[in-house]
T-cell receptor, first 113, second 114 residues
Framework: KQEVTQIPAALSVPEGENLVLNCSFT??????LQWFRQDPGKGLTSLLL?????REQTSGRLNASLDKSSGRSTLYIAASQPGDSATYLC????????????FGKGTLLTVNP | DTEVTQTPKHLVMGMTNKKSLKCEQH?????MYWYKQKAKKPPELMFV???????INESVPSRFSPECPNSSLLNLHLHALQPEDSALYLC?????????????FGPGTRLLVL
């Protein structure tokens, strides 16, 4: 059974700092990995999708990497802003079903002005 | 149109009520999903519809009844719920990207069962 772990569970940084969120998964036989952002009480916003054959994806100040063999992904946020404050969820498509996403518990990020 | 919409945004119901949640997308996606999310927890998959047919039911209690009337619409009918069913209910739809269904989520319905 696939398990996804995110470290740290919570992170508080001053504005302008670069930061890294970590995600690990137990079964390396994944299809894709997706990073989401969730604001309190809101739905999930897709940030980046990394295909299993890719090493990284970039969107603006965000960069996500994938090391499938070691079961790890990182989300790098450059020059953090208070508007980046949210919960960041990592999720993998795996387990023999094309439709099933396994989520980590998320990292709660607070960026202080 | 690149979004998934859900109505209502908030719902309060008693344990004897019958209510429905609605989800709509006009992106031509052929798979639609219901998730349940409790506070400070990740979303949990409930149901998956593919081409308007139920393909996955994650052993959800029968007091939750999904319906997919057409390819753009997904309903979740609620009856005789329990207070522990209070949660954020998220709908998603997906398109196939590199052989994998990539999911896009709606804003959710916040449900409170009294």
């Amino acid at each position: 059974k696939q398990e996804v772990t995110q470290i740290p569970a919570a992170l508080s940084v001053p504005e302008g700092e670069n930061l890294v969120l970590n995600c690990s998964f137990t079964d390396s036989a994944i299809y894709n990995l997706q990073w989401f952002r969730q604001d309190p009480g809101k739905g999930l916003t897709s940030l980046l999708l990394i295909q299993s054959s890719q090493r990284e994806q970039t969107s603006g100040r965000l960069n996500a990497s994938l090391d499938k063999s070691s079961g790890r992904s990182t989300l790098y946020i450059a020059a953090s802003q208070p508007g980046d404050s949210a919960t960041y969820l990592c999720a993998v498509y795996s387990g023999g079903s094309n439709y099933k996403l396994t989520f980590g518990k998320g990292t709660l990020l607070t960026v202080n002005p | 149109d690149t979004e998934v919409t859900q109505t209502p945004k908030h719902l309060v119901m008693g344990m004897t009520n019958k209510k429905s949640l609605k989800c709509e997308q006009h992106m031509g996606h052929r798979a639609m999903y219901w998730y349940k999310q409790k506070a400070k927890k990740p979303p949990e998959l409930m149901f998956v519809y593919s081409y308007e047919k139920l393909s996955i039911n994650e052993s959800v209690p029968s007091r939750f009844s999904p319906e997919c009337p057409n390819s753009s619409l997904l309903n979740l009918h609620l009856h005789a719920l329990q207070p522990e069913d209070s949660a954020l209910y998220l709908c998603a739809s997906s398109q196939r990207t590199s052989g994998v269904e990539t999911q896009y989520f709606g804003p959710g319905t916040r449900l409170l069962v009294l």
